[in-house]
């Protein structure tokens, strides 16, 4: 096996790890807890497929995005939405634009020119 199709697997397995662990954070976070033991989570882990080391498992948490802080007792899981994401319903309701109104405008403004 060459070096650069060894480093290829290890990318692609840490690639994979990463996703499970943001997932498994998700599912986390879903549920509301605030809290989990790191070898708890590790465990959750292996039953995966996934045998990692504490400091691995550390650094996948640490580079998933998807806690707020970890180490080799606990994870706490980030329970809130970035801050550049809009959570006020006014802005919400701003952004929002209305297709069927702005279809059916469309739609007798050309009935209106094929009709003159």
Known sequence: MRIDEIVSVNESYYEDLLSVVQDTLSRVMAKGVTEVQTPVFQKILLKQGYNVS??????AIDQSGFA???DAN???PKNQLP???ATDADTAEQDMVDFGQQANSNAMSN???DNF
Do not use: F
């Open 111 to 113: 009935v209106k020119q």
């Open 74 to 76: 606990t994870i706490r």
């Open 54 to 59: 504490i400091p691995e498992l550390i650094q």
């Open 68 to 70: 707020s802080s970890v």
């Open 83 to 85: 801050d550049d994401l």
